[in-house]
Structures are given as C-alpha cells and as structure tokens.
C-alpha cells in the first residue's frame, strides 16, 4: 500500500497547495452550512443514494459529510489522513454504495468548491492557484476511496484473477454458442408449424370447417409464440435485455390455444373452468411484470 507522501507526489500535490487549501479554512467554515444542506439536496435527489440515507442515523451522517468537507481545509495531508479517506472508502463498501455515486457526488462538491472561489477572490492568478489545489485534493479523495472497491473485487478472487478471467471467457462464448443453437432451433420449429399451418388450411377446404379453423388459428398462436420467442433472442444475443415478459406471453398463448381445443372437443366444463382460472392468473401476472419493466431504466 502506497503511503500518503507517495501519492501526494504522484499527483504533484506540493506544500505550496497544502498552504492553499489551508487559506481557504475560514471560508469553507463560513460555507460549511450550505454546503451541507446542498450536498444534502443532491444525495436525497438521487434514489439510490435516499434508500441508504434513510436507513442510517442521519445527523451522525451529516456531520460525519461536514467533518469530512473541513478536513479538506487543515492543511495537514499525511498518512492519518490517508487512513481517515480509506476508512470513509471501506463504510462505502460497507453499505453497499455503488462506486458511480462516490464519483457522481465528487463531481458536484468539485463543482460547490470551484464555483465558490470563482465568486470568492477577485485575482485571476489567485484563482487560478487555488482550483488547482482543490482540484489535486478531491482528485486525490477520490482515488483512495476508490481504491476501497478495488480492495473489495480482490478479496472474491477463488483461484486466481488470471484463470477465472479465462473461465468467465469461455462460460460466455459457451452461453453465446447454446443462444445461436436454440435460434436456429426456433427457425427449424418455425418453419414446421408453418407447414402445419397449411396442413390445417388443407382440412378447411376438404370439408372440415369447423375442425380446420380452430386448429389453423391454433397453429397461428404457436407461429406467433415462435415469432416472439425468435425475435427476443435475437435481442438477447444483440446485447439486449431479457424480457420475461416474453416467456408469460408464450404461456398465456399455450393455454388460449389449449382452451380453444378443449372448446372443439366439448371437455367438461370443470377442465374448461380450470383453464380459464389459469389464464386469469397468467394476465394477472403479465400485467404486473409489466408495470415492473416499465419502470426499469432502458439500455
């Protein structure tokens, strides 16, 4: 593990930017309220960083944030503090906070600092110097909290990073490999009931109406199944997103079709009964998985 000193170095942070940071001690102490309230603002903004809000002791938190903000200003940069940004990066580990949120927020308390010196000191070169400081700082913050998820990823290694790479490879060009089989499956399928289809067209013109209609638009509801079930794979092999969707609807064309034989051989009314129950509950189920996916954000 890289010491504070080391890291300073690499991002050029020098004693002159320390000095800097520490100039803007009593401004930040006068801002320190409304940053709070803005950063504040920003987290219960987002709906994944509110959950974990709400779920904490928020006071604590909040002042754990401003303690946090102030450090930024002390002037005092050394190893203690590099272990002060590590613990803050492990309890976001610990919670469960996605890492693109530790960036997100970083961008808009850069953004609070940056703005509020621009608006803070008349000379340009002063300004200058100083966003530059802020800017190592928060760069800096960032990098060592980061580093916490790292950490994380490195302790789920089983064997090691280089063979489970290669066993992640192959599993996907494998799962790739069984998609294009049960795609030109589907294909093979389709053009069978296809055939069937025709078959059942065969049946109305010899006579049998009633018996070549039922079983055609049977014929048409598996076509249709077939079609759906084509299509969503192919999607799924473009990158899309798997639609479960898909797979009710199959269902609920199966038992249509199942019901509309049951019709043509005048079954008892209790297996009828049963099949309509059964298609209930499937639109039931359908229309609630819809509401679901309908709130998922698109990719």
């Given at each position: 593990?890289?010491?504070?000193?080391?890291?300073?170095?690499?991002?050029?942070?020098?004693?002159?930017?320390?000095?800097?940071?520490?100039?803007?001690?009593?401004?930040?102490?006068?801002?320190?309220?409304?940053?709070?309230?803005?950063?504040?603002?920003?987290?219960?903004?987002?709906?994944?960083?509110?959950?974990?809000?709400?779920?904490?002791?928020?006071?604590?938190?909040?002042?754990?944030?401003?303690?946090?903000?102030?450090?930024?200003?002390?002037?005092?940069?050394?190893?203690?503090?590099?272990?002060?940004?590590?613990?803050?990066?492990?309890?976001?580990?610990?919670?469960?906070?996605?890492?693109?949120?530790?960036?997100?927020?970083?961008?808009?308390?850069?953004?609070?600092?940056?703005?509020?010196?621009?608006?803070?000191?008349?000379?340009?070169?002063?300004?200058?110097?100083?966003?530059?400081?802020?800017?190592?700082?928060?760069?800096?913050?960032?990098?060592?909290?980061?580093?916490?998820?790292?950490?994380?990823?490195?302790?789920?290694?089983?064997?090691?990073?280089?063979?489970?790479?290669?066993?992640?490879?192959?599993?996907?060009?494998?799962?790739?490999?069984?998609?294009?089989?049960?795609?030109?499956?589907?294909?093979?399928?389709?053009?069978?009931?296809?055939?069937?289809?025709?078959?059942?067209?065969?049946?109305?013109?010899?006579?049998?109406?009633?018996?070549?209609?039922?079983?055609?638009?049977?014929?048409?509801?598996?076509?249709?199944?077939?079609?759906?079930?084509?299509?969503?794979?192919?999607?799924?092999?473009?990158?899309?997103?798997?639609?479960?969707?898909?797979?009710?609807?199959?269902?609920?064309?199966?038992?249509?079709?199942?019901?509309?034989?049951?019709?043509?051989?005048?079954?008892?009314?209790?297996?009828?009964?049963?099949?309509?129950?059964?298609?209930?509950?499937?639109?039931?189920?359908?229309?609630?998985?819809?509401?679901?996916?309908?709130d998922l954000p698109k990719v």
């Amino acid at each position: 593990m890289m010491t504070m000193q080391e890291i300073r170095d690499h991002y050029r942070f020098s004693d002159d930017d320390a000095e800097l940071l520490l100039s803007l001690q009593p401004l930040a102490e006068q801002q320190r309220e409304r940053f709070s309230q803005e950063f504040y603002d920003y987290l219960y903004g987002l709906p994944e960083t509110a959950a974990i809000l709400n779920g904490a002791n928020r006071p604590r938190l909040r002042e754990m944030h401003t303690t946090w903000f102030m450090s930024l200003f002390s002037g005092t940069y050394d190893n203690h503090y590099l272990n002060h940004l590590t613990r803050i990066g492990h309890a976001h580990v610990k919670v469960g906070l996605n890492v693109h949120f530790v960036n997100a927020a970083m961008n808009q308390i850069r953004h609070f600092l940056l703005n509020l010196i621009d608006s803070s000191y008349e000379d340009r070169e002063q300004r200058r110097k100083l966003r530059e400081a802020v800017e190592k700082m928060l760069d800096i913050n960032l990098d060592v909290m980061s580093s916490s998820y790292r950490e994380e990823e490195l302790k789920k290694v089983f064997l090691s990073r280089k063979v489970e790479s290669f066993l992640i490879k192959a599993t996907e060009r494998f799962t790739y490999g069984l998609n294009l089989v049960l795609v030109l499956a589907l294909a093979v399928v389709s053009i069978a009931i296809v055939t069937m289809f025709g078959w059942d067209i065969v049946h109305v013109f010899k006579g049998d109406v009633e018996k070549g209609v039922f079983t055609a638009l049977g014929s048409l509801l598996i076509l249709w199944m077939m079609i759906e079930l084509l299509d969503n794979e192919i999607k799924s092999l473009k990158g899309g997103r798997f639609s479960i969707l898909v797979f009710i609807g199959v269902v609920i064309v199966a038992i249509i079709r199942e019901i509309l034989i049951s019709t043509l051989r005048h079954d008892d009314l209790k297996k009828q009964a049963f099949l309509a129950a059964t298609l209930l509950i499937l639109g039931i189920v359908y229309y609630l998985v819809s509401r679901v996916q309908k709130d998922l954000p698109k990719v």
